[in-house]
């Protein structure tokens, strides 16, 4: 690790003005940021730590939107009598990422804004149908993850909360990679009102939905819809863990496993 | 059998001091005016070093100096050496160039290290390392082994074809005619999966030179202290034996990748002198995955010859080792003595034919990992037994039982002889354990549910307690593979016991003393063992191979013999009978056929007063030693099933049993030998289903972390059942064979054999993991459907 400064602010709008100068990183949770500075693969000149403001904390049901704080802990929402009441889908999520460790440290807010390909909120947020709000404005989940580690955040944006709608059904099918428990392939699907949406991690570069799947289920949800429809291998990741063709497969399969669930 | 004593199922006694974080490992030792090293290595797999500019390295604040393969030839420092020689086939010594501790000419691996920086601090070493400006003519790689003998990229000038030797072991012309009359033959294409040992504790070094006595102490995570200074006293010329201290103290495990010297110790403790401060170097678990040497990659083909009653009547077998870019220590005895001498497994097979070719390749060297050529073997044997007996339609188990050796001594076609054994016990019980008749209604259950259910079994035999000497020198080993024990007991009677072996996980604080408790009638709490540092204890082998306690023990219990024997004659003088009178129990000495009796500890205590015996006729103290060298390996062998269920959508594996029944002759405590067990298998299972180390064309490693490079762990695992069958070793006294490397042995062909039950055919490839699987059993649904 190479030296940094650190800074620690109360506020959003003192965090916002830190990261104004040179080459600064927000610390959400740091639990990518802090390995890849270990291994010198980052070398940020400061650190922003987000952990002291206030403002981005919290988990409360407002009407049938949830808000969860952009600085909530995965083991915060795991263990949230809230969420687990109003979205139980998104509770399990939050507590099948990573390990204790990392459960303990990351947050959605750092999760989201670092937009890995394989990570576990992106498909809740997108599958969900998600608002993220930052310190500047909201964006819709459709809007937000735009490519792989890319999001529609700004220089110096901070994402404060994420709003997700109630759903009335929903689950999150994850078939993990077997050496680093990332999703090999993630699949998050829910229904509201007619309203359903089938949401993919860690098959493709970026997050993703399946029109097609959406469609048959909103005709009919069950796991029985999906029947004959796949996603094209074509466009999906390859590595020594899963070639194309097998997250394509997997794709299918998570998908009729979360509906089965939902 | 006292609560302490042999067969007790004593707690580790050394566990309070690792759990609670109270143990003393390498990179906990800090000494005054320390340095820290950070080593430059090559990021090409195969490259000439053509200049390192080390100006912007020295001026880092904080960088002392910078040292290059240059430095250690002016010093004559030499290459890690090759330290069992082989001869191919036509006679001729193997081509086994030295490893040069920083680079020499080229690199030849991603990892290789170039040049050290040390700085007075590991961050001004590593920014240091970071500066150095090495300028490479970057070559063509190969690290396909299957392609290093035909590859135009040549690693070493002299070593044509990438080879290091042509071996071959059997009777050539016997096992043709074997195959001539065979009604059945089976083939089989396989190979064994390259992997990484990943110790908890990554290899850490120390080196300190001390102007004042012109003498180095190097603390190391080695798994054989001697033998590291033996070779870098012998063979690198860092020291005189007697002017360099190695120090072993609590290592965090070893499977093997602590036996052999490594570059980053010779270098530490080389430059300490060079610089005059002390040198520290620990490798992050990044480094240790391109440095440490890793275990199998082998490529086999082999046939097995059969009878129409399926009595097997030869094997043949032609394996492609892969070493690497150089010969690490022992590499070059792993894929021959410690591999084709087991090729006869549990059976009584009349003709072997074994060659394997030794080649070199630009990725990090191999040597002897968990097990080290036994795993290999026994993958390839049970693999292919089951494969036969699937092919020619009989139950695997008869199969097995129908070819097992039944009578012993068993002298094999390839050098071992077999003394002791009832491989159909095991089998039979493990069956039964299993509950093998019952499996049937176990696959057709899982089937209603979707999966699909498989048995397979694993008939091990391994040959450990590495020694004897004599065989070994025959054999080519450049040292001797006896092990060394001093008893000193002190005035007040408790015990130090000084032993050669190493612990490093296995529990020796625990078993060893076990052992004197049981000889000495003393509580374990009165013994202490005391092991790794050259300065304190005399010469030892270290540990490896399962044999600290057929080989190690042994040495310590006729050191015992000694001190009982000596005891009985200062009792006698204290007691004022004869000798011939003279009984030891419990702990007490008594005349036969009389209630008087003194304590062990106050004989103990008498050897050092020396009033009361002539001192011409007994020596004062009570400290005796043993060097032990058996007359033979020992031989532990068992049975292990294991069924899995497969998810045919997602290929996911799961074990949904296991059973091990081993015969590992006598046992000393039945919870440490449960633990070894349990590991093994983990390990083993983790070879099957999980790891797998992956080198893309140009020789950069795939799987360099955690994150790529896939670990067993707690969740992957069921609760195994494990039992025992004993038939006492004949070549020790204690009886005992050995089990540390049993379960990495006997699981790989277990799991294999029970995913390729549940498939329906033999296409498939360690690691089996989901996509491997999936796709094999899509072939098994295609074919079952045609």
Known sequence: MYEFAYHRPNSIRKASSLSASGEAKFLAGGQTLLPTMKQRLASPDALIDLAGIEALQGIELKGRTLHIGAMSRHADVASSAVVREAIPALAALAGDIGDPHVRAMGTIGGSIANNDPAADYPAACLGLGATIVTNKRRISADDFFTDMFETALEEGEIITKVLFPLPRRSAYAKFDNPASRYALVGVFVSKRGRDVRVAVTGAGPCVFRVAAMEDALSKRFAAKSLDGISVAAGDLNSDIHASADYRAHLVGVMARRAVAAA | ?786
Not at chain 2, 404 to 415: E, L
Not at chain 2, 538 to 559: D, E, P
Not at chain 2, 607 to 631: C, Q
């Open chain 2, 1 to 786: 059998m006292s609560n302490t004593g042999i067969g007790a199922r004593v707690a580790r006694l050394e566990d309070q001091r690792f759990i609670t974080g109270a143990g003393k490992y390498t990179d906990d030792v800090n000494v005054a005016g320390q340095t820290y090293a950070a080593f430059a290595r090559s990021e090409h797999a195969h490259a000439t070093v053509k200049s390192v500019d080390s100006k912007a390295a020295l001026a880092v604040p904080g960088v002392i100096a910078v040292f290059t393969g240059a430095d250690l030839e002016k010093d004559a420092i030499g290459p890690l050496p090759a330290g069992w020689m082989i001869h191919s086939k036509d006679g001729s010594p193997m081509n086994a160039p030295g490893h040069p501790c920083l680079v020499q000419g080229k690199a030849r691996y991603v990892g290789d290290p170039v040049a050290v920086v040390i700085g007075e601090s590991l961050a001004a070493a590593r920014a240091g390392a970071e500066a150095l400006a090495i300028d490479y003519d970057v070559h063509e790689a190969v690290t396909d082994p299957a392609k290093a003998r035909s590859s135009a990229t040549q690693l070493h000038d002299s070593a044509p074809k990438n080879t290091c030797y042509e071996w071959e072991l059997g009777d050539k012309a016997a096992t043709a005619a074997a195959f001539k009359s065979a009604k059945h033959v089976t083939k089989l294409s396989l190979s064994n999966n390259r992997l990484v040992p990943n110790p908890m504790e990554p290899r850490s070094a120390l080196g300190n030179y001390d102007a004042g006595t012109d003498s180095f102490t190097l603390y190391t995570t080695s798994q054989n202290p001697h033998v590291a200074r033996l070779v870098m006293s012998a063979f690198l010329n860092v020291a005189p034996e007697h002017k360099l201290r190695v120090i072993a103290p609590d290592v965090g495990g070893g499977f093997g990748s602590k036996i052999y010297v490594y570059p980053e110790e010779v270098v530490c403790t080389w430059a300490s002198k060079k610089v005059g401060r002390p040198i520290k170097w620990t490798a992050d678990r990044t480094e240790a995955f391109i440095t440490d040497a890793h275990g199998r990659d082998h490529v086999t083909n082999a046939e097995i010859a059969m009878d129409e009653r399926g009595k097997i009547l030869g094997l043949k077998v032609h394996t492609t080792a892969n070493l690497g870019g150089y010969p690490s220590l022992f590499a070059t005895c792993v894929p021959t003595y410690l591999y084709a001498t087991l090729l006869s497994g549990q059976y009584d097979i009349p003709a072997i034919y074994a060659e394997v070719d030794a080649v070199y390749t630009n990725t990090v060297p191999v040597d002897a990992y968990r097990g080290a050529g036994r795993p290999e073997a026994t993958f390839l044997v049970e693999r292919i037994v089951e494969i036969a007996s699937r092919e020619m339609g009989i139950d695997p188990a008869t199969f097995r039982k129908r070819n097992f050796i039944k009578k012993f001594p068993h002298q094999t076609p390839v050098i071992m002889n077999y003394d002791a054994g009832d491989y159909a016990a095991s089998l039979n019980k493990a069956c039964e354990l299993i509950d093998y008749k019952g499996f049937g209604k176990r696959r057709r259950e899982a089937a209603r549910r979707g999966k699909l259910r498989g048995i397979g079994f694993s008939c091990y035999i391994e040959a450990c307690g590495i020694a004897p000497s004599a065989a070994v020198g025959s054999l080519g080993a450049g040292v001797g593979l006896w092990e060394s024990a001093e008893v000193r007991v002190n005035p007040t009677g408790n015990v130090e016991i000084l032993t050669g072996s190493h612990s490093h996980g296995q529990g020796h604080e625990t078993t060893f003393a076990q052992l004197v408790s049981d000889r000495l009638g003393i509580g374990i709490d009165q013994v202490t063992i005391v092991h790794g540092d050259t300065d304190k204890v005399q010469f030892g082998m270290g540990t490896y191979g399962s044999r600290s306690g057929a080989v190690g023990m042994t040495a310590i219990s006729k050191a015992l013999d000694k001190v009982e024997a000596k005891a009985k004659k200062i009792a006698a003088h204290l007691l004022e009978a004869s000798e011939s009178d003279i009984e030891f129990k419990d702990g007490a000495f008594s005349v036969s056929g009389t209630d008087k009796k003194v304590t062990f500890p106050e004989v103990s205590l008498n050897a050092y007063v020396a009033h009361k015996f002539p001192s011409d006729e007994i020596e004062p103290g009570l400290k005796e030693g043993a060097f032990h060298d058996p007359s033979n390996f020992t031989f532990p062998a068992g049975c292990h099933i294991c069924e899995i269920e497969i998810d045919p959508e997602t290929g996911v594996c799961e074990i949904a049993d296991w059973v091990a029944v081993d015969d590992f002759g006598n046992v000393i405590n039945p919870m440490i030998v449960e633990g070894q067990v349990h590991g093994g298998i983990a390990q083993g299972v983790g070879q099957a289903l999980m790891e797998g180390v992956s080198y893309d064309s140009s020789g950069q490693l795939m799987t360099g972390s955690f994150m790529d490079y896939c670990m067993p762990r707690a969740d992957n695992l069921p609760s195994f059942k494990v039992d025992t069958t004993v038939t006492p070793c004949p070549s020790n006294p204690l009886g005992i064979k050995g089990c540390g490397e049993a379960g990495a042995i006997a699981s790989p062909p277990a799991v294999i054999n029970a995913i390729t039950d549940a498939i329906g055919h033999e296409n498939i490839t360690m690691p089996a993991t989901p996509q491997v699987v999936w796709q094999a059993a899509r072939q098994g649904a295609a074919r079952a459907a045609e």
